[in-house]
């Protein structure tokens, strides 16, 4: 049981360049977040989306989209990397936000961008 | 505004001492709140959660918090800290989303 996989772990960009970061869940969840996490602020969330087809935006959606084509995959692009968007993501699920509540994280994906 | 606050960025004790990590939430009503971990380089992992109930929740590792609603906290315990405590801990709520505090963290002196 594999639970949350992000790839890739480690990624360096250039200003402008544009990538994408992947996320899989193998729990069938319906409820998936993109976060990004950077020293002392804690955790912000950039998009969630509550099933397939539906996205929404969180505190800092700027710089990023998402899409949501099946349960298992939520991928976060980055469309012209900025070096504000140094940071590490981490992707999340849950079955939902009043069921059990509890969020399940991948290992994280730090990014640098120069 | 909803919020959660760790007044605590950083928190330095021996091990074998006790541990009490500080969190205060924000919410009109009473939230769902959880208490997570992060070791180094791994993703958050969740030590226990309190929706409703009994006041006093245990969790995974010897941890327990109290959720007290007259001072809005849920601090989280422990007696006796391991060497393997050391990490950064996070306090969470649920309103219409998760909310994560800023963090505080752990290190353990032999």
């Known amino acids: 049981n594999a639970g949350v996989t992000q790839t890739p772990k480690f990624r360096i960009l250039k200003i402008g360049q544009s990538m994408t970061l992947q996320c899989a869940q193998d729990?069938?969840?319906?409820?998936m977040y993109w976060y990004r996490q950077d020293p002392g602020m804690g955790l912000k969330l950039i998009y969630y989306s509550v099933g397939a087809g539906i996205t929404d935006k969180g505190e800092v959606p700027n710089g990023y989209n998402v899409s949501r084509s099946t349960t298992e995959d939520f991928p976060l692009r980055l469309e012209l990397a900025a070096p504000s968007q140094t940071s590490v993501y981490f992707c999340?699920?849950?079955?939902?936000?009043?069921?059990?509540?509890?969020?399940?994280f991948g290992e994280g994906s730090r990014l640098t961008v120069l | 505004a909803q919020s959660v606050t760790q007044p605590d960025i950083h928190i330095t004790v021996s091990e074998g001492a006790s541990l009490e990590l500080r969190c205060n939430y924000s919410y009109g009503a009473t939230p769902y709140l959880f208490w997570y971990v992060q070791s180094p380089g791994q993703g958050l992992q969740l030590l226990l959660k309190y929706f409703s109930g009994d006041t006093l929740v245990q969790g995974i590792k010897g941890f327990e918090a109290e959720f007290k609603r007259s001072q809005s906290s849920f601090n989280l315990r422990k007696p006796s800290v391991h060497w393997s405590d050391a990490a950064e801990y996070f306090c969470?709520?649920?309103?219409?989303?998760?909310?994560f505090g800023t963090g505080t963290s752990l290190t353990v002196i032999p």
């Open positions: 969470a709520y649920t309103g219409n989303q998760f909310y």
């Open positions: 999340a699920s849950s079955y939902s936000v009043s069921n059990t509540g509890e969020l399940f």
């Open positions: 729990m069938n969840h319906n409820y």
